[in-house]
């Protein structure tokens, strides 16, 4: 019995963070989605970055020191340091990736960032209310139908 209830508290610990990675990477697409459009919606902006190599490579080299620094030290930083890195790094990705709102219809780009954000937040609030086991394959499954059903509905409606 004392077996079940420490793999049951594990259990539960687990989907409590699986269920706040899904929101954050939830917040992370809608973060750096936005952060692309208005620089793609502002010349001055988007020619400084993508007209400069430095500054591109200064902002690709800055997401990379934020990937490596949490990394190195998520163990021993405190969360909201963590939080603040990865919605920099969210920002920074934003920023560089700024050039696909150029290229790419809206529409299509925001179809996408919708159904991957529209998937992360829901499995988010799916664990948060149920308190079910995200990490398992039936769940995984759950969210892939979920993504699917949505491309879908988006393609059926263009």
Same mark, same amino acid.
């Given at each position: 019995?004392?077996?079940? /209830? ?12 699986? %269920? ?22 502002? &010349? ?18 800055? %997401?990379? !020191? ?5 990394? !190195?030290?998520?163990?021993?930083? &405190?969360?909201?340091? !963590?939080?603040?890195?990865?919605? =920099?790094?969210?920002?920074? *990705? ?22 991957? !954000? ?11 209310? *149920?308190? /079910?086991?995200? /990490? ?15 491309? =879908? ?6």
């Amino acid at each position: 019995m004392l077996h079940n /209830t420490r793999v049951s508290n594990i259990t539960k610990i687990v989907n409590t963070y699986v %269920q706040k990675v899904y929101f954050w990477l939830f917040i992370g697409l809608i973060i750096t989605s936005l952060t692309a459009y208005v620089v793609s919606t502002d &010349p001055d902006i988007y020619n400084v970055i993508l007209g400069n190599d430095i500054v591109f490579f200064g902002l690709l080299i800055a %997401q990379f !020191a934020a990937i490596v620094t949490v990394s !190195a030290f998520i163990r021993r930083i &405190p969360d909201n340091l !963590a939080e603040i890195t990865f919605v =920099l790094y969210c920002f920074l *990705t934003g920023l560089t990736l700024s050039s696909i709102f150029l290229e790419f219809d809206i529409y299509s780009i925001a179809y996408v960032v919708l159904i991957t !954000a529209a998937m992360f937040g829901f499995m988010s609030l799916y664990g948060y209310v *149920t308190k /079910t086991d995200l /990490t398992s394959v039936g769940n995984i499954a759950t969210m892939a139908l979920f993504g699917v059903i949505l491309a =879908l509905i988006v393609i059926c409606s263009l």
